[in-house]
T-cell receptor, first 114, second 117 residues
Framework: DSGVTQTPKHLITATGQRVTLRCSPRSGDLSVYWYQQSLDQGLQFLIQYYNGEERAKGNILERFSAQQFPDLHSELNLSSLELGDSALYFC?????????????FGPGTRLTVL | AQKVTQAQTEISVVEKEDVTLDCVYETRDTTYYLFWYKQPPSGELVFLIRRNSFDEQNEISGRYSWNFQKSTSSFNFTITASQVVDSAVYFCASRGRMDTGRRALTFGSGTRLQVQP
């Protein structure tokens, strides 16, 4: 158990819908990363938040957005869903601020768009 | 930009065999970090090891060992006396220095290891 929690574990929805994925980082970790794992794209970085502020963006679509709240949990919002958005979405957290810190991953949310 | 290549898509071995998973990385950073993660059938990503670019010492942890060679830009992972529980997808990843903004992990495509009893 990495200490990172993600809800829900599974999500099935239809094209055109909007969903919200939730992530709670490990206690004390200020940084949250979102990654997408799909069959065709592999594991790719979407976006990072640090202590409530967006810090880095990767291959995140404009239909996707995220935020980190004062209690440090983060939400990834996916809208106008397409079949190709079906994937495993991971959240990872790290302490940062003390050199390189390992990222610890949550169990993931498996999104299926029908 | 960072790039990680895992040329082996799938490897199948029989229990107790040794197996080496290859990882080749590309980076223009002089300081960088390399990682290995394990993804068992249950789906979670489990951190295994981090290696700094300025530390070329090989590392051994139980049945696992890692060989980092800057001269060939490789960071290979060997499992000695493999066990069925080692069956998983293994990902190699890289990351830049904290102050460069390149903090996110760049993953290879993964190697699926199947250990047959």
């Amino acid at each position: 158990d990495s200490g990172v929690t993600q809800t829900p574990k599974h999500l099935i929805t239809a094209t055109g819908q909007r969903v919200t994925l939730r992530c709670s980082p490990r206690s004390g970790d200020l940084s949250v990363y979102w990654y997408q794992q799909s069959l065709d794209q592999g594991l790719q970085f979407l976006i990072q938040y640090y202590n409530g502020e967006e810090r880095a963006k990767g291959n995140i679509l404009e239909r996707f957005s995220a935020q980190q709240f004062p209690d440090l949990h983060s939400e990834l919002n996916l809208s106008s869903l397409e079949l190709g958005d079906s994937a495993l979405y991971f959240c990872a957290s790290s302490v940062e601020g003390r050199g390189v810190d390992e990222q610890f991953f949550g169990p993931g949310t498996r999104l299926t768009v029908l | 930009a960072q790039k990680v290549t895992q040329a082996q898509t799938e490897i199948s071995v029989v229990e107790k065999e040794d197996v080496t998973l290859d990882c080749v990385y590309e980076t223009r950073d002089t300081t960088y970090y390399l990682f290995w993660y394990k993804q068992p059938p249950s789906g979670e990503l489990v951190f295994l090891i981090r290696r700094n670019s300025f530390d070329e010492q090989n590392e051994i942890s139980g049945r696992y060992s890692w060989n980092f060679q800057k001269s060939t830009s490789s960071f290979n992972f060997t499992i000695t006396a493999s066990q069925v529980v080692d069956s998983a997808v293994y990902f190699c990843a890289s990351r830049g220095r904290m102050d460069t903004g390149r903090r996110a992990l760049t993953f290879g495509s993964g190697t699926r290891l199947q250990v047959q009893p």
